[in-house]
Protein backbone atom coordinates (compact mmCIF):
# COMPACT_ATOMS: atom_id res chain seq x y z
CA UNK A 1 0.00 0.00 0.00
CA UNK A 2 1.21 3.74 -0.76
CA UNK A 3 2.61 5.75 2.36
CA UNK A 4 -0.12 7.97 2.05
CA UNK A 5 -2.82 5.66 2.49
CA UNK A 6 -0.66 3.77 4.92
CA UNK A 7 -0.62 7.10 7.15
CA UNK A 8 -4.18 7.61 6.60
CA UNK A 9 -4.86 4.09 7.88
CA UNK A 10 -2.94 4.69 11.00
CA UNK A 11 -4.41 7.73 11.93
CA UNK A 12 -8.04 6.63 11.22
CA UNK A 13 -7.36 3.88 13.67
CA UNK A 14 -5.40 6.00 16.25
CA UNK A 15 -8.86 7.69 16.00
CA UNK A 16 -7.72 11.20 14.51
CA UNK A 17 -10.31 13.12 13.54
CA UNK A 18 -8.38 14.93 10.85
CA UNK A 19 -7.58 11.56 9.21
CA UNK A 20 -10.86 10.44 9.38
CA UNK A 21 -12.42 13.58 7.85
CA UNK A 22 -9.32 13.09 4.91
CA UNK A 23 -10.74 9.73 4.55
CA UNK A 24 -14.21 10.35 4.22
CA UNK A 25 -13.10 13.37 1.75
CA UNK A 26 -11.30 10.10 -0.55
CA UNK A 27 -14.49 8.29 -0.34
CA UNK A 28 -16.53 11.19 -1.91
CA UNK A 29 -14.05 11.90 -4.42
CA UNK A 30 -15.11 10.82 -8.37
CA UNK A 31 -11.40 10.95 -9.56
CA UNK A 32 -10.72 7.85 -11.03
CA UNK A 33 -7.29 7.15 -9.29
CA UNK A 34 -9.46 7.57 -6.02
CA UNK A 35 -11.85 5.15 -6.84
CA UNK A 36 -8.96 2.30 -6.70
CA UNK A 37 -7.64 4.10 -3.81
CA UNK A 38 -10.39 4.39 -1.50
CA UNK A 39 -10.94 0.11 -2.38
CA UNK A 40 -7.58 -0.33 -1.39
CA UNK A 41 -7.75 1.88 1.79
CA UNK A 42 -10.96 0.21 2.93
CA UNK A 43 -10.25 -3.12 2.32
CA UNK A 44 -6.47 -2.46 4.77
CA UNK A 45 -9.10 -1.78 7.72
CA UNK A 46 -9.73 -3.83 10.46
CA UNK A 47 -13.19 -4.75 12.04
CA UNK A 48 -13.99 -3.53 14.91
CA UNK A 49 -13.78 -5.35 17.98
CA UNK A 50 -16.39 -3.67 19.89
CA UNK A 51 -19.68 -3.74 18.64
CA UNK A 52 -21.24 -1.03 16.41
CA UNK A 53 -24.80 0.18 15.92
CA UNK A 54 -26.02 1.66 12.79
CA UNK A 55 -28.98 3.60 13.19
CA UNK A 56 -31.04 5.37 10.18
CA UNK A 57 -33.51 8.30 10.31
CA UNK A 58 -35.57 9.60 7.49
CA UNK A 59 -38.71 11.34 7.65
CA UNK A 60 -40.69 14.39 5.85
CA UNK A 61 -38.22 17.45 5.42
CA UNK A 62 -38.11 19.84 8.42
CA UNK A 63 -40.48 16.73 10.50
CA UNK A 64 -36.99 16.87 13.13
CA UNK A 65 -34.67 14.47 12.39
CA UNK A 66 -31.35 16.76 12.83
CA UNK A 67 -33.03 18.01 16.06
CA UNK A 68 -34.31 14.25 16.87
CA UNK A 69 -30.83 12.77 16.47
CA UNK A 70 -29.22 15.74 18.83
CA UNK A 71 -31.05 15.22 21.48
CA UNK A 72 -30.93 11.09 21.15
CA UNK A 73 -27.13 11.38 20.78
CA UNK A 74 -26.56 13.31 23.24
CA UNK A 75 -28.92 11.34 25.44
CA UNK A 76 -26.78 8.27 24.64
CA UNK A 77 -23.24 9.66 24.79
CA UNK A 78 -24.65 10.44 28.32
CA UNK A 79 -25.58 7.27 28.87
CA UNK A 80 -22.50 5.62 27.09
CA UNK A 81 -19.16 8.07 28.84
CA UNK A 82 -16.89 5.77 26.86
CA UNK A 83 -18.44 5.99 23.38
CA UNK A 84 -18.64 7.92 20.71
CA UNK A 85 -21.08 9.01 18.02
CA UNK A 86 -20.79 9.82 14.04
CA UNK A 87 -23.76 11.52 12.21
CA UNK A 88 -23.43 11.30 8.93
CA UNK A 89 -26.27 13.44 6.88
CA UNK A 90 -26.81 12.02 3.45
CA UNK A 91 -28.51 14.57 0.94
CA UNK A 92 -28.99 12.35 -1.95
CA UNK A 93 -30.29 15.44 -4.08
CA UNK A 94 -26.97 16.71 -4.56
CA UNK A 95 -23.47 15.88 -5.17
CA UNK A 96 -21.96 18.27 -3.23
CA UNK A 97 -24.00 20.02 -0.68
CA UNK A 98 -21.56 22.03 1.47
CA UNK A 99 -24.92 24.72 2.26
CA UNK A 100 -26.86 21.73 3.99
CA UNK A 101 -23.74 21.18 6.54
CA UNK A 102 -24.33 24.48 8.32
CA UNK A 103 -27.98 23.97 8.41
CA UNK A 104 -27.75 20.69 10.06
CA UNK A 105 -24.74 21.82 12.72
CA UNK A 106 -26.73 24.71 14.00
CA UNK A 107 -29.62 21.96 14.42
CA UNK A 108 -27.40 19.92 16.41
CA UNK A 109 -26.26 22.36 19.11
CA UNK A 110 -25.64 19.54 21.77
CA UNK A 111 -23.50 17.74 19.11
CA UNK A 112 -21.26 20.19 17.41
CA UNK A 113 -18.83 20.86 19.65
CA UNK A 114 -19.10 17.61 21.82
CA UNK A 115 -15.83 15.72 22.05
CA UNK A 116 -16.96 12.58 21.61
CA UNK A 117 -19.17 13.34 18.40
CA UNK A 118 -18.52 13.62 14.87
CA UNK A 119 -20.37 15.35 11.99
CA UNK A 120 -20.55 15.45 8.22
CA UNK A 121 -22.68 15.91 5.78
CA UNK A 122 -22.53 13.77 3.08
CA UNK A 123 -23.56 13.81 -0.56
CA UNK A 124 -24.45 10.84 -2.19
CA UNK A 125 -25.78 11.48 -5.72
CA UNK A 126 -25.17 8.52 -7.18
CA UNK A 127 -25.61 8.65 -11.01
CA UNK A 128 -27.92 5.58 -10.77
CA UNK A 129 -30.26 7.27 -8.31
CA UNK A 130 -30.82 6.28 -4.84
CA UNK A 131 -27.81 6.10 -2.09
CA UNK A 132 -24.16 5.89 -3.26
CA UNK A 133 -22.60 2.77 -1.49
CA UNK A 134 -19.93 5.68 -0.35
CA UNK A 135 -22.15 5.81 2.38
CA UNK A 136 -21.76 2.63 3.45
CA UNK A 137 -18.43 2.97 2.92
CA UNK A 138 -18.19 6.18 4.88
CA UNK A 139 -19.92 3.89 7.83
CA UNK A 140 -17.13 1.34 8.07
CA UNK A 141 -14.84 4.17 7.78
CA UNK A 142 -16.47 5.73 10.81
CA UNK A 143 -16.55 2.57 12.81
CA UNK A 144 -12.44 1.85 12.03
CA UNK A 145 -12.17 5.64 13.90
CA UNK A 146 -13.65 4.37 16.47
CA UNK A 147 -16.86 5.24 16.69
CA UNK A 148 -19.26 2.62 17.77
CA UNK A 149 -22.26 4.46 17.13
CA UNK A 150 -23.35 6.14 13.98
CA UNK A 151 -26.59 8.09 13.15
CA UNK A 152 -27.45 8.07 9.88
CA UNK A 153 -29.90 11.02 8.14
CA UNK A 154 -31.43 11.01 4.97
CA UNK A 155 -35.15 13.12 3.71
CA UNK A 156 -37.93 10.95 2.83
CA UNK A 157 -37.73 11.84 -0.72
CA UNK A 158 -37.50 9.33 -3.27
CA UNK A 159 -35.49 5.71 -3.15
CA UNK A 160 -32.97 7.07 -1.02
CA UNK A 161 -35.31 6.61 2.47
CA UNK A 162 -35.56 2.91 1.75
CA UNK A 163 -32.05 2.43 0.46
CA UNK A 164 -31.00 3.69 4.01
CA UNK A 165 -32.20 0.38 5.27
CA UNK A 166 -29.18 -1.25 3.64
CA UNK A 167 -26.66 1.11 5.09
CA UNK A 168 -27.80 0.99 8.66
CA UNK A 169 -29.16 -1.75 11.51
CA UNK A 170 -32.30 -0.47 12.64
CA UNK A 171 -34.08 2.14 10.28
CA UNK A 172 -36.42 5.11 11.68
CA UNK A 173 -39.10 7.00 10.54
CA UNK A 174 -39.61 10.76 11.99
CA UNK A 175 -42.91 11.51 11.65
CA UNK A 176 -45.47 14.96 12.83
CA UNK A 177 -48.21 13.66 15.10
CA UNK A 178 -51.04 15.06 12.53
CA UNK A 179 -53.83 13.26 11.90
CA UNK A 180 -53.66 10.43 9.33
CA UNK A 181 -51.79 12.43 7.03
CA UNK A 182 -48.81 10.97 7.62
CA UNK A 183 -49.89 7.00 7.50
CA UNK A 184 -51.69 7.81 3.99
CA UNK A 185 -48.19 9.78 2.70
CA UNK A 186 -46.11 6.73 3.96
CA UNK A 187 -45.33 4.44 1.13
CA UNK A 188 -45.60 0.44 1.10
CA UNK A 189 -41.88 -0.09 0.33
CA UNK A 190 -40.78 2.47 2.98
CA UNK A 191 -43.59 0.91 6.10
CA UNK A 192 -41.83 -2.32 4.96
CA UNK A 193 -38.68 -1.41 5.82
CA UNK A 194 -38.92 0.55 9.12
CA UNK A 195 -38.11 -0.90 12.47
CA UNK A 196 -39.48 1.84 14.40
CA UNK A 197 -41.41 5.29 14.08
CA UNK A 198 -40.75 8.32 16.10
CA UNK A 199 -43.79 11.00 15.92
CA UNK A 200 -42.24 14.18 16.66
CA UNK A 201 -42.87 17.39 18.02
CA UNK A 202 -45.79 16.43 20.96
CA UNK A 203 -45.15 19.66 22.58
CA UNK A 204 -46.80 21.52 19.75
CA UNK A 205 -49.89 18.88 19.78
CA UNK A 206 -53.04 18.48 21.59
CA UNK A 207 -52.69 14.76 23.21
CA UNK A 208 -55.69 13.48 21.62
CA UNK A 209 -53.89 14.14 18.53
CA UNK A 210 -50.61 12.21 19.22
CA UNK A 211 -52.57 9.23 20.69
CA UNK A 212 -54.70 9.38 17.05
CA UNK A 213 -51.89 8.98 14.77
CA UNK A 214 -50.25 6.99 17.32
CA UNK A 215 -53.00 4.71 16.60
CA UNK A 216 -53.61 5.32 12.99
CA UNK A 217 -49.41 4.65 12.48
CA UNK A 218 -49.34 0.87 15.10
CA UNK A 219 -52.69 0.03 13.29
CA UNK A 220 -51.27 0.56 9.52
CA UNK A 221 -47.90 -0.90 10.88
CA UNK A 222 -49.51 -4.30 12.05
CA UNK A 223 -51.85 -5.02 9.07
CA UNK A 224 -48.88 -5.07 6.98
CA UNK A 225 -46.65 -6.61 9.02
CA UNK A 226 -48.50 -8.24 11.75
CA UNK A 227 -47.35 -11.57 10.53
CA UNK A 228 -43.93 -10.63 11.42
CA UNK A 229 -42.36 -11.31 14.81
CA UNK A 230 -41.80 -7.63 15.06
CA UNK A 231 -43.89 -5.24 14.42
CA UNK A 232 -41.69 -1.87 14.14
CA UNK A 233 -42.25 0.59 17.73
CA UNK A 234 -44.28 3.85 17.65
CA UNK A 235 -42.75 6.54 20.17
CA UNK A 236 -44.23 9.86 20.79
CA UNK A 237 -41.51 12.23 21.18
CA UNK A 238 -40.54 15.62 21.27
CA UNK A 239 -36.97 16.27 20.21
CA UNK A 240 -37.18 20.09 21.37
CA UNK A 241 -38.15 19.38 25.26
CA UNK A 242 -36.58 15.75 25.50
CA UNK A 243 -40.08 14.61 26.23
CA UNK A 244 -40.53 10.58 25.04
CA UNK A 245 -36.80 10.31 24.62
CA UNK A 246 -35.51 7.54 27.12
CA UNK A 247 -38.52 5.89 25.99
CA UNK A 248 -37.43 6.01 22.17
CA UNK A 249 -34.09 4.82 23.41
CA UNK A 250 -35.32 1.79 25.52
CA UNK A 251 -37.20 0.72 22.44
CA UNK A 252 -34.33 1.18 19.79
CA UNK A 253 -32.57 -1.11 22.35
CA UNK A 254 -34.95 -3.66 22.15
CA UNK A 255 -35.12 -3.73 18.85
CA UNK A 256 -31.67 -4.70 18.15
CA UNK A 257 -31.15 -8.17 17.69
CA UNK A 258 -27.44 -9.15 17.34
CA UNK A 259 -27.75 -12.02 15.28
CA UNK A 260 -30.38 -10.77 13.20
CA UNK A 261 -28.08 -7.82 12.72
CA UNK A 262 -25.47 -9.29 11.60
CA UNK A 263 -27.42 -11.63 9.47
CA UNK A 264 -28.91 -8.60 7.84
CA UNK A 265 -25.22 -6.89 7.52
CA UNK A 266 -24.50 -9.96 5.59
CA UNK A 267 -27.36 -9.19 3.19
CA UNK A 268 -26.30 -5.79 2.90
CA UNK A 269 -22.96 -6.79 1.50
CA UNK A 270 -24.64 -8.48 -1.17
CA UNK A 271 -26.27 -5.27 -2.11
CA UNK A 272 -23.70 -2.96 -2.45
CA UNK A 273 -21.91 -5.57 -4.41
CA UNK A 274 -24.65 -5.52 -6.83
CA UNK A 275 -24.72 -1.51 -6.92
CA UNK A 276 -20.91 -1.92 -7.40
CA UNK A 277 -21.62 -3.78 -10.05
CA UNK A 278 -24.08 -1.80 -11.59
CA UNK A 279 -21.74 0.97 -11.32
CA UNK A 280 -19.27 -0.40 -12.96
CA UNK A 281 -20.85 -1.87 -15.81
CA UNK A 282 -22.35 1.45 -16.25
CA UNK A 283 -19.32 2.96 -16.44
CA UNK A 284 -17.75 0.49 -18.79
CA UNK A 285 -20.59 0.51 -21.19
CA UNK A 286 -20.37 4.33 -21.22
CA UNK A 287 -16.31 4.30 -22.41
CA UNK A 288 -16.88 1.30 -24.79
CA UNK A 289 -18.18 2.10 -28.42
CA UNK A 290 -21.54 1.32 -27.01
CA UNK A 291 -21.86 4.54 -25.25
CA UNK A 292 -21.22 6.45 -28.58
CA UNK A 293 -23.86 4.28 -30.07
CA UNK A 294 -26.16 5.17 -27.64
CA UNK A 295 -25.20 9.09 -27.95
CA UNK A 296 -26.29 8.32 -31.91
CA UNK A 297 -29.44 6.57 -30.86
CA UNK A 298 -30.63 9.22 -28.68
CA UNK A 299 -29.94 11.87 -31.31
CA UNK A 300 -32.32 10.21 -33.71
CA UNK A 301 -35.07 9.96 -30.83
CA UNK A 302 -36.56 12.74 -32.96
CA UNK A 303 -36.82 10.74 -36.02
CA UNK A 304 -37.03 7.11 -35.72
CA UNK A 305 -40.29 5.74 -33.62
CA UNK A 306 -39.17 4.46 -30.51
CA UNK A 307 -39.59 0.37 -31.52
CA UNK A 308 -37.11 1.29 -34.71
CA UNK A 309 -34.57 2.48 -31.84
CA UNK A 310 -35.30 -0.37 -29.46
CA UNK A 311 -34.26 -3.20 -32.10
CA UNK A 312 -31.22 -1.40 -32.87
CA UNK A 313 -30.53 -0.94 -29.07
CA UNK A 314 -31.10 -5.01 -28.80
CA UNK A 315 -29.45 -5.70 -32.05
CA UNK A 316 -26.37 -3.92 -31.37
CA UNK A 317 -26.16 -6.37 -28.13
CA UNK A 318 -26.93 -9.38 -30.48
CA UNK A 319 -29.89 -9.87 -28.50
CA UNK A 320 -31.95 -10.05 -31.71
CA UNK A 321 -31.44 -10.72 -35.48
N1 LIG B 1 -41.81 22.41 18.61
C1 LIG B 1 -40.90 21.56 18.16
N2 LIG B 1 -40.12 21.90 17.13
C2 LIG B 1 -39.23 21.00 16.68
C3 LIG B 1 -39.06 19.73 17.29
N3 LIG B 1 -38.10 19.07 16.62
C4 LIG B 1 -37.68 19.90 15.65
N4 LIG B 1 -38.35 21.07 15.69
C5 LIG B 1 -38.15 22.22 14.79
O1 LIG B 1 -38.53 21.85 13.49
C6 LIG B 1 -37.69 22.50 12.52
C7 LIG B 1 -37.07 21.45 11.61
O2 LIG B 1 -36.22 20.62 12.38
P1 LIG B 1 -35.04 19.76 11.74
O3 LIG B 1 -34.47 18.97 12.84
O4 LIG B 1 -34.15 20.63 10.96
O5 LIG B 1 -35.87 18.86 10.77
P2 LIG B 1 -35.29 17.84 9.66
O6 LIG B 1 -36.28 16.76 9.55
O7 LIG B 1 -33.89 17.47 9.97
O8 LIG B 1 -35.32 18.76 8.39
P3 LIG B 1 -34.59 18.50 6.97
O9 LIG B 1 -33.24 17.93 7.25
O10 LIG B 1 -34.56 19.83 6.34
O11 LIG B 1 -35.49 17.52 6.23
C8 LIG B 1 -36.68 23.28 13.32
O12 LIG B 1 -37.09 24.62 13.39
C9 LIG B 1 -36.71 22.63 14.69
O13 LIG B 1 -36.37 23.50 15.73
C10 LIG B 1 -39.90 19.41 18.41
O14 LIG B 1 -39.87 18.33 18.98
N5 LIG B 1 -40.79 20.36 18.79
MG1 LIG C 1 -32.10 17.64 8.81
Redesign the pocket.
Known amino acids: MEAGLSALRAGLEAGDRISLARVLSLIESVRAEDVARRFVLLDSLPTPTQPTYRVGFT?T????????IDTLGAYVLEQYPETQLAVLTVDPSSWRSGGSLLG?QT?MQHLSGHPRAFLRSFASGGHLGGLHPRIYEAVIACEAAGFSWIFL?T?GTGQSEIELRYACDLLLY?ALPYGGDEVQGLKRGLMEALDGAAL?????TPPAEVHRAQFQLETALHFLRGMEERVPFVVA?????GLGIAELWTKIHEAYLPDHIAQQRTQQRAYWLEKYWQEALQTWLARSPYGQLYADLRKQATEKSLWQLAREVYRAFGLME
Open positions: GPGAGKSTLDREVVNKVDTVSALT
